[in-house]
């Protein structure tokens, strides 16, 4: 069987009589090739299939090979054991039908992998490359099927084999990861596909170095003009740190309220992008459309192509005023020289400073205020034409608050230099009045403060001055 453009569906029929130790009527040659075992060991009964299913799966278990169970047709996403131990993610077409003998089930079984995509890989898609290279939260899509068609290259620092995010399209999440963790990643994506708005869970990491780790775990369905859910989206976000700081700080009650805000940003990211998902191509303009951060694309004419709403927020234009214009606008008058010489450099194929940075830098608004931001750029081609996205993030409020406390922090060095001097002034006019009533003849009146040297620092504290002779 292949699919219509060509590529080969691995495909496996088995019949079974579903009766005693359900033995298997026939199998086809294929099914050593996807699980492993030769038809001849399911036919002889020495491997039962319903043994090969995952534990988690136990409900589809009993869809199958009860025939009790009303469903007499249908299509499942299962998980099947292979013989070297590995899971393998099918999709399993099947129909009962009672004959003489009992009931009978015909089984279709199709790796996942090798099965048409229920939606389009992403890797073609004008802006995403970018925007999966340079974004520090975990993105990726999958197809119905629980296969990768696009992913974000921080996903790679957790996959031991990969080294970049298009080496992960085609893959599932038991290709890539322990078995332990695709079941959590697994289990989380049934929820989905069951009709399920969102799901959300703290779920742990581990990356190459084995350095264990926790994401905020959110995914949501990607739909089709129908209605009818053809994959999902997903946005991982490291909170490790946060964790960790959780489980020694925090109470109980502290845990509670982290996950229930948790769980309103995912509504809130929910609400957000709800409606772009519902568009023609909405796993990229979810992306775009839900971060805050500006993401700005442009092509080697420096004209640009693609403005996300962070972008409108931030700079003030909206995108039907800027799409097509100058990057020119949105740099200060004072930096264009430099941006110009960069961009020739560049485009000359000289040495790239800020590709692949993240940097401080100023930006321009519409009403020609000037801002601080932090700027991350990427570049990626299309044929020979060059094609630029910056990622950028607003840092005034950060920038104001590090000012602000560096005044403070000014104000109490003044403060405390003219306390000190003070008190020297307190400590001179002491010594003066012992020298002078020694010169008359007279005991000091401050006989803790030694001529010629200041206090210790244990007596600088008030003293109880003693009554005048």
Known sequence: MKTPTGEAVMVALLRLTLAGRLPVLSASGELEAMLGF???DFLSGKVALPQLFHPDDAELTHALFSADDPRRAGVLNVRLRQANGKIRCIKASFTKATGPDGVSLDLLLQDAKTLKRTIADTAAAINFRAIMEGTDDYVYFKDRNHVFTGA?????????????????????????????LADCY?????????????????????????????VDNRKYPIRDDDGTIIGLYGIARDITELKQAAVVHESDAAL??????????????QKRVHAAVREREARYAVMVNSISDAIVSADSAGQIIAWNPGAERIFGYPAREILGQSLRLLIPPRHLEHHDAGM????AGGPHHIIGTTMEAEGRRQDGSEFPLNLSLSEWQIGPQKFFTAVIRDITEQKAAAENLAAKLEELRRWQGATLGREGRVLELKREINALRAKHGEA???PSVAEGGGPSPASRAPQPEPAAP
Not at 256 to 269: C, G, N, W
Not at 344 to 347: D, E, I, M, Q
């Open 344 to 347: 020739a450099r560049v485009l």
């Open 256 to 269: 509670a309220e982290l996950s229930r805000q948790a769980l309103v940003s995912a509504m809130e990211d």
């Open 152 to 180: 974000s290259q921080t996903i790679v620092s957790l996959c031991p084999e990969a080294k970049h995010w298009s080496e992960l399209i085609g893959q599932t999440d038991y290709d890539v990861f322990p078995e332990e």
């Open 38 to 40: 030769p038809p001849a």
């Open 186 to 214: 697994y289990r989380l994506e049934k929820q989905i596909f069951e009709g399920l708005p969102i799901a959300r869970e703290i779920q742990p990491t581990v990356d190459k170095a084995g350095r264990k780790g926790w």
């Open 444 to 446: 000091p009146k401050y």
